[in-house]
């Protein structure tokens, strides 16, 4: 008997539900890709058919200062370019992970001002032609559509003005920081306002926002509350008046964070990030029944397949109850996996997910 489509198994997973399992999905690396097309994966289908993944599709909007985007350099192993944000960066081809951010066109109030001024809405924002060409066959294949939105404090220090500069904006600044963080808010709104007006219709929000590393955050519990919380609650208040849901993304040990995202309205939680401190279980039990959850299996046990099988059995089992989970890496899935390793990982999630 065919399962449920991927849309039906989400909206029963953020309505605190069971369905016939929880969705599972996962984000590799480029490099990662690169090795299973080795392996044997075919380079004209995507992974997510591969491997029978559940489709959640993205549906974004460039909400940059759109600065020109120039490659200053390339070889064999690696690209600089700069971005639509004004950062100058340096890629990996053939290897996973973030970037490297070499400079920042944005380094204060001023540079801020300007960049500002060009971010005024417009349709041209938007790849209507995607739209137009796709939604509505993801939504006769039941694909979850997900908007995704970029602001707060995540993507104001790596692809904005850098990192060291936005922790002392915070402390010494905060009215600089507030406004950028608002200012991308705004024009996400008014973006997807327009994809809204236009009769798209989206599932959930999401967007990334790490504040934490490991053990703990990169600012703290009053800075939150004063500076990124009020922003963090306009998002999501925008989306529950259109009746969707909100995931965020935030990577670290956010522990003393999580009562505020409840407050605030986020509905579901990723990636629970285990090495960096972050317990799946813990938070399952105190916040399940108000907070679904996505991730929290510990990609560091990658390396030794076994343990991760293991811990998989004992995660799932826990997490799945009365819905409100999502199976995935507590991050992303890294070149080490295998193809055959990831088609087990698929497997067994998808096992140990049923509620049949």
Known sequence: MPGLATRERMSLMYSHREADRVPVTD?????TIERWHAEGMPHNVDFIEYFDLDRIVS??????PRYPVEVLEETDDYKVATTKWGATLKNWKHSGGVPEFLDFTIVDPASWAEAKKRMTPDRNR????RLEAHYEDWRAKGCWISGGFWFGFDVTHSWTVGT?????????QPEWAVDM??????LDIALFDMIFDEGYELDEITWPDDMGYKLNQFFSLDMYRELLKP???RACEWAHERGIRTRLHSCGDIRPFVPELVEIGVDMLNPLEVKAGMDPIALK????DRLAFHGGLNAVLYTEPEKMWEEMRRVI???KQNGGYVAGSDHSVPQSVSLEEFREFTRLAKELGSYA
């Open 231 to 233: 922003v963090h609650r």
């Open 285 to 288: 039990r105190e916040y399940g």
């Open 181 to 186: 963080f608002n200012t991308f808010l705004d």
């Open 27 to 31: 984000s590799p690396w480029g490099s």
């Open 317 to 319: 089992p826990v997490m």
């Open 126 to 129: 938007i790849a209507w032609d």
């Open 59 to 64: 549906v974004g909007a460039d909400n940059s």
């Open 164 to 172: 060291e500069r936005l922790l002392v904006a915070l402390a010494m």
